[in-house]
């Protein structure tokens, strides 16, 4: 079955799919997970990103790969739009409530900047809360091996 074809249109410019005179530039969307993932580790107050399954399996194949910048990081991209939904573990005692504004604004700024869409939205979920004692159990069980 064919197809029914229209007249050639001016190319549509947008983000992720940019034509010039001078070529084309695609934007996937793991890049667009990526810069958000980089832009919310970077926040204050963030231990890690992902839910507890996920930093099991972000765990090994950090030891096999290296990190995993979209790890806890899912994104819906549009034509000229996005939204992103993060989950996170937040350091204790920081308010949760000015970590995920910082996460917020930080992917926002990120994305905005270097990938050139606007976010509409950025949902933030903290799943966990990581205690500075965590850290000193891991560090004592090392030793007794």
């Known amino acids: 079955m064919a197809t029914p074809t229209t ?16 070529g084309k530039t695609v934007i996937n969307d793991a890049v667009v997970a990526k810069v958000a993932g980089i832009a919310a580790r970077e926040a204050r107050g963030v231990y890690a990103l992902g839910g507890g399954a996920a930093r099991a399996f972000g765990a090994i194949r950090e030891a096999v790969a290296g990190t995993d910048q979209t790890q806890g990081i899912s994104v819906e991209v549009g034509e000229t739009q996005v939204a992103v939904d993060v989950t996170i573990v937040a350091e204790y005692p920081a308010p949760l409530q000015d970590i995920a504004d910082g996460v917020r604004s930080g992917i926002i700024r990120a994305v905005e900047t270097i990938v050139g869409l606007e976010v509409t939205e950025v949902n933030v979920t903290v ?8 850290d000193a159990d891991q560090a004592a069980e090392a030793r007794v091996q």
């Open 7 to 22: 007249p050639a249109s001016p190319a549509v410019s947008t983000p992720t799919n940019v034509q010039t005179a001078l």
């Open 127 to 134: 799943n966990d809360v990581h205690l500075p004692s965590d």
